[in-house]
């Protein structure tokens, strides 16, 4: 079992920023795939970043390139998500999420935290 918190949300105006943090408990943190993703009201959760095991590899959907970054901390057993100039359309509950292997860019995780909110108004 892993287990996550979610820290960092709140109310932003749009063009702002954001950090996300997650800690993780329970097996070896390193063994993970760490992801964050994001749901918004009436809509499907959806993947929005990924790092892997030991942060060599990252991915991003489009939507959020060069405006948010993953990154993990393997000593402290974190993930951050640094969400910057944010938009209206980033409103969401925002996940963090852990898999064994490699990243998964669909909302296909093994293990969740509870979810933190993000408002981002106009």
């Known amino acids: 079992q892993v287990q996550l918190v979610e820290s960092g949300g709140g109310l932003v105006q749009a063009g702002g920023s954001l950090t996300l943090s997650c800690a993780a408990s329970g097996r070896t943190f390193s063994n993970y795939a760490m992801a964050w993703l994001r749901q918004a009201p009436g809509k499907e959760r959806e993947f929005v970043a990924g790092?892997?095991?030991?942060?060599?590899?990252?991915y991003y959907i489009d939507s959020v390139k060069g405006r948010f970054t993953i990154s993990r901390d393997n000593a402290k057993n974190t993930v951050t998500l640094q969400m910057n100039s944010l938009k209206p359309e980033d409103t969401a509950v925002y996940y963090c999420?852990?898999?064994?292997?490699?990243?998964?860019?669909?909302?296909?995780?093994?293990?969740w935290g509870q979810g933190t909110q993000v408002t981002v108004s106009s």
């Open positions: 999420a852990a898999d064994l292997g490699a990243i998964v860019i669909t909302a296909d995780y093994t293990y």
């Open positions: 790092i892997n095991w030991d942060g060599s590899y990252t």
